[in-house]
């Protein structure tokens, strides 16, 4: 077995994998196996079909033949209260000698009517007392039902199934039976199932077949071929179940050769399966396994790949895989480094843009109120502060919208010491919206805005915060009817840009943008609209689904 590695290992290095994939299937009997199986296969179920095809023409023809007699069986009965004198007379005196002697005229007529039909059926009559069996004479064994008939002649009486026709069992047989009543006559007609079914089954060439009638059509099973026809009365259904092998017993001998040579060929393919997975499988299983270990991001520093492989290709992957692992290890770990610094610096960035540029104007409104000795304000400031810092210093970046809101209302409360009745805040918000993670800070930086914008000690400001679930995504808005944003600033902020205004004052939608963005991707919208002294809306939309979300909703 070495020697013959080492030769395989010697090829390796001369063939490649093309070359080994045209040896091994085009080389190799497979396409001759696959030709022959389809071959033999297409033969033996055409010739399947065929035959099947054969027999159920052979039961559409019998089935027509018994509705056939049927009808005319049917057609006698339904005459015999309007055309037949024999018949009205029987029905309607039943001691007198005119009764009598039309009864037994019946008797004769049914006889004359099966035997002239040729039907292969049965009549029966019954007045009140009395019981006679009329049959036909023709048709093998048919005799042989007529003491089925006479008994259930004798013991049934009207039904529910009188005028129609139906299946009934007497003793170990079964007949098609319809029942009528006229006046003190019990009549009707009846045909041998089983006499039937044996018909049946005496024209069709198959063996091992079992012909059966059935409330439902039958499933074919494996090694089984089935026909259902529908059977015209009782709502059954005709079914054909026979031996598929019975069928391809027939073939002829140079077809069931190709068939066993086909089967034989079969047998290969577990050999070039072995020598496939040996060559090519195998070995790309391995590079896969170290290609993900490095993808895994689990310490590969001393990865490496010592197995000699049988085509040049994959020994090629193997050397350049060992060479350059080192520098593309290297390379991820100062990728993702320089990655997660540049990220931690922007999330900085973002959060010291948010919040000082207003913490200065908290303590001077400490200091002023300390000095009039307003209590209340100054418990109100700091209420505000230490609720801001709590959420300020969360280890998420993210907070439930109620908690966002509840940081606005207290800082609302310290922006009413500011401007006293210069300003009204409105709520608008579905509860079912306050359990949604939102940015810290997001509509507070709105409400800040607005602050340092809008409101005026000379005019009144109206405020709106309103926030709607939909399907993917809660829309929350933060309006005012202030003095607006100037046309050229609201596209910059639109586009993305960091605006400044001419004091030097930054405003922080783009930081908030940049937020949302690294938090929700591009699955967070954010837009500003505006209209000179008309006004400003901001609307957010965060949606409801993905990771970042759900990683968010589990930590408060």
Do not use: C
């Not at 005496?202 to 259902?228: A, C, F, T, Y």
């Not at 949606?543 to 970042?548: A, D, K, N, R, S």
């Amino acid at each position: 077995m070495y020697p013959m590695r080492k030769l395989l290992i010697k090829l390796g290095t001369k063939l490649n994998i093309s070359n080994w994939v045209i040896l091994l299937f085009l080389a190799v009997i497979l396409p001759l196996n696959l030709f022959l199986i389809i071959v033999t296969n297409h033969y033996m179920t055409s010739l399947e079909r065929e035959v099947m095809n054969g027999a159920e023409s052979v039961m559409e023809i019998h089935l027509r033949d018994l509705n056939n007699e049927i009808s005319i069986m049917e057609n006698y009965l339904f005459s015999l209260d309007s055309s037949d004198t024999d018949f009205i007379t029987a029905s309607v005196d039943q001691n007198g000698s005119k009764g009598r002697l039309a009864y037994f005229n019946l008797h004769r007529k049914f006889r004359e009517h099966l035997t002239f039909n040729r039907l292969s059926g049965l009549y029966f009559i019954r007045r009140e007392g009395e019981l006679e069996l009329s049959a036909s004479t023709y048709g093998v064994g048919l005799r042989n039902y007529w003491e089925g008939a006479l008994s259930y002649a004798a013991e049934k009486s009207e039904g529910a199934n009188v005028g129609r026709w139906h299946i009934v069992e007497v003793g170990d047989e079964s007949f098609l039976t319809m029942d009528q009543t006229q006046g003190i006559l019990y009549y009707g007609a009846m045909i041998p199932i089983d006499l039937f079914l044996s018909d049946v089954e005496g024209d069709l060439n198959l063996s091992h077949l079992s012909l059966l009638l059935e409330s439902e059509p039958r499933q074919e099973n494996r090694g089984e071929s089935v026909v259902s026809v529908p059977f015209p009365y009782a709502g059954l259904y005709l079914n054909l179940v026979t031996d598929t092998r019975s069928i391809t017993g027939n073939l002829p001998l140079y077809r069931r050769a190709e068939y066993f040579f086909a089967f034989v060929l079969l047998l290969v393919i577990p050999l070039l399966y072995f020598l496939f997975n040996r060559l090519l499988m195998r070995p790309m299983r391995d590079l896969g396994y170290y290609f993900s270990r490095v993808e895994s991001s689990e310490d590969v520093t001393d990865l490496r790949i010592t197995r000699q492989y049988y085509t040049k290709e994959l020994n090629h992957v193997g050397a350049a895989f060992n060479s350059f692992m080192d520098q593309i290890q290297h390379l991820k770990i100062e990728a993702y480094e320089r990655e997660l610094e540049k990220q931690r610096i922007r999330e900085e960035n973002i959060m010291l843009q948010v919040h000082p540029h207003f913490l200065l104007n908290l303590f001077h409104m400490i200091y002023s109120m300390a000095e009039i000795k307003n209590v209340g304000g100054i418990q109100k400031v700091a209420l505000y502060m230490s609720r801001y810092f709590r959420e300020l210093f969360l280890d998420s970046d993210t907070h439930l919208l109620l908690a966002e809101l509840e940081l606005v209302r207290n800082y609302i409360n310290v922006l009413e010491l500011q401007y006293p009745d210069r300003f009204t805040v409105n709520f608008d918000v579905e509860p079912e919206t306050e359990d949604v993670q939102v940015p810290i800070l997001m509509v507070h930086g709105f409400l800040e805005n607005i602050a340092k914008y809008a409101i005026r000690m000379d005019s009144y400001t109206e405020i709106d915060i309103t926030a709607r679930q939909y399907k993917d995504y809660v829309e929350i808005i933060v309006s005012d009817d202030g003095p607006g944003i100037p046309e050229e600033m609201l596209q910059e902020i639109n586009a993305g840009k960091a605006v400044e205004k001419k004091d030097g004052r930054h405003i922080g939608l783009s930081n908030l943008r940049e937020r949302l963005k690294l938090q929700y991707g591009e699955r967070a919208y954010m837009r500003v609209y505006s209209e000179d002294n008309m006004g400003t809306s901001i609307v957010v939309r965060i949606p409801l689904e993905g990771e970042e979300h759900e990683s968010a909703a589990g930590r408060r």
